[in-house]
């Protein structure tokens, strides 16, 4: 027996105890919170009755295929066949036109092109119908030039095409990025060093590169079609989504097998988004085109050599960058208009005011009696409005406790899964955590909805959608949502550490724990966090799951927002619900863009980085302290107090 | 010092070491060399703890640690990727094994300290991190981070194979150096011939899961103890039958010959060479001249067959291909199997 050996055996037992614990747990909440709601779905479907109170389990699919369900299916697929053909044009141009070719202002034009980053879901939709719909800003200036225009050509299928094609090229100008970075020039070199002409290069030599990054984007874009929620429901498009929350909140009274028409719609989504799946891992399978040069050179940006192709280029980028950019700084600009402005959407130059954020201020009007009302704050700002900024504290605390349990849960997950590599139950575990991604978001929170939506005995006889115990159910509703995403990124990060450094703690003494907590975790972190800020930006503004989940004590941002832009003016109330909504979206940008900045720009930092920036910040208050004549000492101490 | 004792390591149904038998002395740079997959590496880690033998026994000091976890057996570790701590300064990568001790802070810093002067390392280093270093300051990082800790022996696994052709040589040599000061046993895999024959005391040749010869470097060199030695040792060539015939050797076995173990020297017209000794004169043609600038390497053909050669270049003896020319031969430098 070698000294040490009782704590090791005790350390020992105590891993395998929270390891048990572990285990259950994450078998208690896969059976609780994916299985169960989505298998009662399934099962709803199939438990229809006759008038005569027997079982008819095809009820509901002959009711599908003898109404006009099919055409709710059938316009999906327009829009998403539509959307990836649009999606990928827009996305691969503005990946070419800032990492590919020389164009001018390419630094601009990226930051425009990622706008969408911080400004997405209904923010973005809202913003889109803020400058198009039959009274927007673009609109109205527009019917100046063409007065013959019809005034509601933002509506319907073509504003929702057209809305969507910019809000989700996101994925576009973050992996199709990295792709085109990844690209080794030297390839590009030697095909023009054989002849082949700038554009033979590209469609030859970059292209296919960039095939399997495409492809997973084009399914991707897919099932974002496919599954497409708020702005067919806020421009009034008839497909799946809209349908599935409007059947999920009808009652037998109104129509026929409601909740099953929702279910069978959910599980239709369900095998769409299998299939495509299916497809793509089968091709990710096939493997990449990986790079086999051991000296890689650094992509040298392309210029246009035709000179009527250059300008046409430039233009064609520009005129992208304004589609962009016109709804953020015309939200930026109109959330400082005052509410008539607002209201009338035209710029007035003396309408200034902070009144969208901050204060409030009473409302008198005339009714329709002669006499004058007024109605205290009804104009208020997004920090004095408790309904507004009560919306976005919930997604907020919603969002950054989901996002954070998606990364918990999947790091201590993937520490377990290269743990047990080649293991099966390691694949089991990754198995579980990529289900949520075969279904659908609107499955998922639908399931959840009508599965919890009474006394469970599985959550201790509580019913999770009564008052505020629906606010878990959204909580753990995002996490699953969020797994699989944090789950493929989270892998890669771990794939980076070298097994070696695990070795070497294990040689110093150090304890699975110490191990995971002091070598692993921190080299994961800049990733783990990356996920984070991505997913808690798109669960912050995010509006399907909201609108499913439809609830007076979930009431997260985007149902605020909608609510109180339906109810503007009514009664003289809310007179500024736009304005206020303007504000409060470019607080959100503002939160959304001070995370990633966060992330992307400081924690990517290694520690080289970390401590050059430190060094010369060292350096530089020395240089101030000499000019200022302060003693060397004081420049220390004043450095010190700064790190 | 450290004694392996039939040590049998399966993978699944692959036996990757069969019934190794070793025996590391006290103070003595030891090395495993073999081609990949010999089960150097696998010896290495079986010692180290990271593997369970099937049978066998390891003994350390005497004492049984066959079974024994990684970070009890008092073996420092310098692993082919260095694994130093990306997260952490030099100086934390170094103290990181002392804080896992539960060590005294002022402790610690001495002992960081102290080290880091005798690995070579500045005060301004050890503030910087692992990635700011060259590739010669983060092997130092390393060693530093594995003796720190006052291990019995020290391994280390390949850790030259990362750095460039100059700067592995320089290195080797600061190894050796520090290998020495130190004093302390060291365990050292390689697939590098030429590192292990100037490293070591003493190498242990893997095959396939065997040790093939275990010897001093002149031993395993000149006296290699199997073919397959023979031939993964230095450049070598094969005596075809018209040698061997001629020398009366063997016809059974097979036998080899080094380059720098045969003479050549210039055929002159009408004048023919006295063999000294028992050395056999064979004629020959230049074939190729490989220019290494020391010594130049000659393909020569002779009885019927293709020779290597080498001779010290000094810079007047220089062959050109076609060039006739003596080669002598010794049957005491024949190595037959």
């Known amino acids: 027996m070698y000294a040490g050996s009782g704590r090791h055996q005790t350390e020992y037992g105590m891993g395998k105890l929270w390891g048990i614990f572990g285990g259950v747990l994450f078998i208690y909440l896969f059976l609780g919170f994916m299985v169960m709601p989505c298998f009662n779905t399934l099962t709803s479907i199939f438990s229809a009755k006759d008038a005569a109170g027997n079982p008819d389990p095809f009820a509901v699919i002959r009711f599908f295929f003898a109404g006009n369900m099919p055409s709710f299916v059938l316009n999906s697929l327009k829009l998403a066949v539509l959307l990836v053909i649009t999606v990928n044009v827009v996305g691969i141009s503005i990946v070419l036109l800032t ?231 015309m939200i930026v600009i109109f959330s400082l208009q005052n509410w008539q402005a607002i209201r009338s959407k035209t710029l007035d130059f003396s309408g200034w005011t902070l009144i969208n954020y901050f204060g409030s201020q009473d409302y008198s009007y005339t009714t329709s009696r002669g006499k004058t009302k007024i109605r205290p704050d009804a104009i208020s700002g997004v920090f004095a409005n408790e309904k507004t900024i009560g919306g976005i504290r919930l997604s907020f605390i919603l969002s950054a406790l989901a996002a954070a349990l998606a990364c918990v849960i999947v790091v201590v997950a993937v520490n377990y899964i290269f743990k047990h590599k080649n293991k099966k139950r390691s694949r089991v575990v990754e198995a579980c955590l990529l289900f949520p991604w075969l279904l659908p978001t609107i499955l998922i929170c639908y399931s959840f909805r009508i599965f919890f939506n009474k006394e469970v005995w599985y959550v201790f006889g509580n019913n999770m959608y009564y008052a505020e115990n629906v606010r878990f159910l959204i909580v753990m509703a995002y996490t699953v949502v969020k797994l699989p995403f944090a789950l493929r990124m989270v892998k890669a990060a771990f794939y980076a550490i070298d097994e070696e450094l695990e070795d070497a703690a294990r040689n110093l003494g150090a304890s699975p724990l110490v191990t995971f907590l002091k070598v692993k975790l921190p080299i994961v972190l800049p990733s783990v966090l990356a996920v984070f800020a991505l997913n808690f930006n798109a669960l912050f503004t995010e509006y399907d799951m909201s609108a499913t989940f439809q609830s007076s004590y979930g009431t997260s941002y985007a149902m605020v927002m909608q609510s109180m832009c339906n109810e503007e003016g009514r009664d003289g109330m809310n007179m500024n619900a736009s304005g206020r909504r303007c504000a409060s979206t470019v607080f959100i940008m503002i939160v959304s863009g001070l995370i990633l900045y966060l992330v992307y720009g400081v924690g990517a930092r290694d520690l080289g980085e970390r401590l050059a920036i430190r060094e010369r910040r060292r350096k530089r208050l020395q240089k101030i302290g000499r000019r200022l004549g302060l003693s060397h000492a004081a420049a220390e101490d004043a450095e010190v107090r700064i790190d | 010092m450290i004694r392996l004792s039939d040590i049998v390591v399966k993978f699944g149904d692959f036996e990757a070491l069969h019934n190794i038998n070793v025996h590391v002395q006290e103070g003595e740079f030891f090395t495993f060399l073999g081609p990949s997959g010999c089960g150097k590496t696998t010896t290495l880690r079986t010692i180290t703890g990271f593997i369970d033998p099937v049978s066998g026994t390891v003994e350390m000091q005497g004492r049984d640690i066959t079974h024994v976890p990684i970070e009890k057996r008092n073996i420092g570790i310098v692993f082919q990727s260095y694994a130093l701590f990306p997260t952490m300064t030099v100086h934390d990568n170094i103290a990181f094994g002392l804080k896992i001790k539960k060590m005294k802070k002022d402790e610690i810093e001495k002992k960081v300290n102290d080290i880091a002067r005798k ?219």
């Open chain 2, 119 to 337: 690995v070579d390392l500045s005060d301004e280093q050890l503030k910087k991190a692992v990635s700011q270093l060259s590739g010669g300051q983060q092997q130092r990082v390393a060693i530093a981070r594995a003796l720190v800790t006052e291990p019995a022996i020290i391994c280390m696994d390949e850790p030259l194979s990362n750095l460039d052709a100059k700067l592995r040589v320089q290195l080797r040599n600061e190894l050796k150096k520090m290998q020495k000061e130190f004093g302390i046993t060291t365990i050292y895999v390689t697939h590098d011939q030429e590192e292990a024959l100037t490293l070591s005391d003493r190498i242990a040749v893997f095959n396939k899961g065997y040790i093939e010869q275990i010897g001093t470097p002149n031993e395993v060199y000149n006296h290699s103890a199997t073919e397959f030695v023979a031939n993964f040792i230095g450049d070598i060539n094969k005596l075809q039958n018209g040698i061997v015939s001629s020398m009366h050797l063997d016809p059974e076995k097979a036998h080899y010959i080094r380059l720098e173990r045969i003479g050549v020297s210039l055929a002159k017209d009408g004048q023919t060479e006295t063999p000294s000794g028992n050395s056999v004169l064979f004629s020959g043609v230049i074939e190729s001249q490989e220019y290494y600038g020391l010594f130049i390497k000659y393909t020569i053909q002779a009885a019927g067959q293709t020779l290597k050669a080498v001779e010290k270049n000094d810079g007047i003896n220089i062959y050109e291909p076609g060039d006739k020319v003596n080669l002598l031969i010794d049957p005491a430098d024949v190595m037959s199997y």
């Open chain 1, 99 to 329: 990492e590919y070719f020389d164009i001018k202002g390419a630094k601009i034009l990226r930051l425009g092109y990622m706008t969408t980053l911080i400004y997405s879901g209904v923010a973005l939709v809202t913003g889109y119908q803020f400058l198009y719909d039959k009274d927007g800003i673009l609109t109205n200036w527009l019917l100046q030039f063409f007065p013959n225009m019809d005034r509601q050509w933002f509506s319907g299928f073509s504003s929702v095409l057209f809305t969507m094609t910019f809000a989700c090229t996101s994925n576009h100008a973050l992996f199709l990025r990295n792709a085109i970075r990844g690209i080794d020039y030297n390839t590009v070199e030697a095909a023009r060093n054989m002849g082949a002409k700038p554009f033979k290069v590209l469609l030859k030599v970059v292209m296919p590169t960039l095939l399997p990054t495409l492809f997973s984007l084009t399914v991707m874009t897919f099932i974002t079609g496919l599954c497409a929620m708020s702005a067919p429901t806020l421009l009034g498009y008839n497909s799946i989504n809209p349908e599935i929350v409007r059947l999920a909140g009808s009652t037998t009274a109104d129509e026929a097998f409601p909740q099953a028409r929702a279910a069978l719609l959910s599980i239709i989504l369900a095998i769409f988004t299998i299939v495509l799946l299916s497809i793509l891992n089968h091709y990710e399978r096939k493997g990449h085109y990986l790079s086999v040069s051991k000296t890689k050179a650094k992509l040298v940006k392309q210029k246009i050599q035709n000179p009527v192709a250059n300008v046409l280029a430039h233009i064609y980028a520009y005129v992208l960058f304004i589609i962009y950019m016109t709804p953020v700084v």
